[in-house]
């Protein structure tokens, strides 16, 4: 099956900085997601983003179907962001979402 | 609030207990699905259902008994549970193919 990869795993950032994550995927994808779950363990859905690059406030994506990876963006980072953030994608029809791991992300003030 | 609830919140629960989660959508979705969430693991889809209809069992032990009565509810019965079943508990919901959103979870602990 399809398989994802994130990185960085771990991401400890000052409050202000900006930070890149990365999601690899190792097949053609029709359905890629980010999602954001905070220390609650609620899991937001962030970009529905296949391809292309979307904005959201502080947070962008941008997918590179033919590279097969995706980018999330975060600027001006705040303590409101920690949590992990994930990377999940769908290669065909209505199989499931593949998650990745996940980038743990810390913001501190 | 993403439009998905589900109840219990917390859970604490024997091995010779029963129990069930529910999970509530009122989105129009025809998709739902559970996942379970362990310590230091990735997501682990555990059953799909489309149109009522369970579409995904990925391999989950029969201690899970999944039931779907309508498009909106989604309930996970659980029984015999292990302490390695301790888990995060979360349901979604989307269009099929499309976005899935999720619920708040339901954080089990079994004795």
């Known amino acids: 099956g399809i398989q994802v990869e994130q990185s960085p795993p771990d991401l400890i950032l000052q409050e202000g900085a900006n930070s890149t994550l990365r999601c690899n995927f190792s097949?053609?994808?029709?359905?890629l997601q980010w999602f954001h779950q905070n220390p609650w363990g609620q899991l937001i859905n962030l970009f529905y983003?296949?391809?292309g690059t979307k904005q959201n406030g502080r947070l962008s994506a941008t997918t590179v179907a033919t590279e097969r990876y995706s980018l999330l963006y975060i600027s001006s980072s705040q303590t409101t962001d920690s949590g992990v953030y994930f990377c999940a994608v769908r290669n065909s029809g209505n199989t499931p979402l593949v998650f990745g791991k996940g980038t743990r992300l810390s913001v501190i003030a | 609030e993403t439009g998905v609830t589900q109840t219990p919140r917390h859970l604490v629960m024997g091995m010779t207990n029963k129990k069930s989660l529910k999970c509530e959508q009122h989105l129009g979705h025809n998709a739902m699905y559970w996942y379970k969430q362990s310590a230091k693991k990735p997501l682990e889809l555990m059953f799909v259902?489309?149109?009522?209809?369970?579409?995904e069992n990925n391999s989950v032990p029969s201690r899970f008994s999944p039931e779907c009565p309508n498009s909106s509810h989604l309930f996970l019965h659980l029984h015999t549970l292990q302490p390695e079943d301790s888990a995060l508990y979360l349901c979604?919901?989307?269009?099929?193919?499309?976005?899935?959103?999720f619920g708040p979870g339901t954080r089990l602990t079994v004795l």
């Open positions: 097949d053609s994808v029709n359905n």
């Open positions: 979604a919901s989307g269009l099929a193919g499309v976005t899935q959103y």
């Open positions: 259902y489309n149109f009522k209809e369970q579409t």
């Open positions: 983003i296949p391809s």
